[in-house]
């Protein structure tokens, strides 16, 4: 059984230039400066592959996914 999983973001790594909401735009929204808005919720099975990409294609590493622990 795959477990869920969430995108965080590390505000203070992220440079913002938006390259993230280009690769998952279903998820990724940016704000006014540029800086990502992520949906909380758990990535949809279809999306995890984009999902993947987004976080292997950012500059500073600062997108990152997170296995939510079954309870
Ligand atoms: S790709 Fe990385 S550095 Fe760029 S906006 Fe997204 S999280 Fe920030």
């Known amino acids: 059984m795959s477990r869920d999983e969430v995108l965080v973001l590390d505000p203070i790594g992220c440079a913002g ?6 690769l998952l735009p279903e998820w990724i929204t940016l704000d006014e400066w540029g800086y ?3 949906r909380p919720e758990a990535i949809p099975p279809e999306l995890l592959p984009h999902a993947r990409r987004a976080v292997a294609a950012c500059p500073k590493l ?8 079954a309870s």
Request: proline share 6%; charged share 20%; net charge positive.
């Open 17 to 22: 230039h938006g390259l993230c909401a280009e």
């Open 62 to 69: 600062a997108l990152r996914l997170r296995a939510l622990s």
């Open 36 to 38: 990502p808005i992520l």
